[in-house]
């Protein structure tokens, strides 16, 4: 193609004296080498847009690794490589509930374990395990065990 043509005849002096390229021009001709090509073959600028989608990722691992950080379901998501509805339908498939009940459970459990294993306080367990409120996290942690966190570490030092 005569554009194409073109470019790689404009980058000849650069060999003939490669110390002398600048960082900043030597950009812009990748960007004119990108437009060329782009402009040459139009399903090129597709694979090239679809290279910056994240890799799909193992929803189980991607959920392991984030539970405890305060993150939403759009931001898990992205880091499993997949739309939202794909997210969620697939999440669903997996552990046969929402991935915010999933979350909810998982780090109350964890809350659990750790107020029957550590001498962390209520407060430093809430906000480790990515409840950004302690009012919040008593109020459902109550509502999952039938009891506060508090109570739950009082019945263990009793």
């Known amino acids: 193609k005569p554009r194409l043509r073109a470019f790689f005849e404009s980058i000849i002096p650069y060999f003939n ?8 021009l030597l950009k812009i001709k990748m ?27 193992d929803i189980t ?8 950080k305060p993150v939403n379901i759009e931001q898990l998501a992205y880091l499993s490589g997949r739309s939202l509805a794909s ?6 498939s997996v552990y046969n509930m929402p991935p915010s009940v999933w979350i909810r459970t998982k780090r ?7 107020l029957q294993h550590t001498d962390l306080s209520v407060t430093d367990i809430c906000y480790m395990l990515g409840f950004e409120n302690l009012s919040h996290f008593s109020r459902i942690y109550k509502a999952q065990f039938g009891h506060s966190p508090a ?4 019945s263990l030092v009793s």
């Open 17 to 24: 004296e490669p110390e002398q390229i600048e960082k900043g």
């Open 31 to 57: 960007l004119e080498l990108l437009y060329d090509l782009t402009a040459t073959d139009r399903n090129l600028l597709q694979q090239l847009l679809q290279m910056k989608k994240p890799v799909k990722a």
């Open 61 to 68: 691992e991607v959920m392991e690794a984030n539970f405890s």
């Open 87 to 92: 997210f969620k339908r697939e999440f669903l």
């Open 108 to 114: 109350l459990n964890k809350a659990k374990e750790a």
């Open 151 to 154: 109570a739950n570490r009082d």
